[in-house]
């Protein structure tokens, strides 16, 4: 079983920066495929970034690319979304997912078996 807690939304102003985290409980998180996701008011959640078991390989959305960098820490269990350039459209809920039996990264929901509770990201104008 593996627990999920999202940490680092808030409120940020167009052009500034967020760091969530998102830290995980088990002891097979260097075996996950981890991934963020969000969702916005009215909208279904979408896929943001993922990362692979080791850390080697990502993927990211189009609307996030060269503005967002995912990385994680296996030894502390943690991964990290680093959110730079914020635009109003990033606000949503942010939520953290993971998979054991991935063995490549994915940008489907259904893939990821586990979830966090979400952080909101709230970006002004």
């Known amino acids: 079983q593996v627990q999920l807690v999202e940490s680092g939304g808030g409120l940020a102003q167009a052009g500034g920066s967020l760091r969530l985290s998102c830290a995980a409980s088990?002891?097979?998180?260097?075996?996950?495929?981890m991934g963020w996701f969000r969702q916005a008011p009215g909208k279904e959640r979408e896929f943001v970034s993922s990362?692979?078991?080791?850390?080697?390989?990502?993927d990211y959305v189009d609307s996030v690319k060269g503005g967002f960098t995912i990385s994680r820490d296996n030894a502390k269990k943690i991964v990290y979304l680093q959110m730079n350039v914020l635009k109003p459209e990033d606000t949503a809920v942010y939520y953290c997912?993971?998979?054991?039996?991935?063995?490549?990264?994915?940008?489907?929901?259904?893939?990821?078996?586990?979830w966090g509770q979400g952080t909101q990201v709230t970006v002004s104008s």
């Open positions: 990362i692979s078991n080791n850390g080697r390989n990502t």
């Open positions: 088990g002891r097979t998180f260097s075996a996950l495929v």
């Open positions: 997912a993971a998979d054991l039996q991935l063995r490549r990264l994915s940008r489907t929901l259904g893939e990821y078996d586990y």
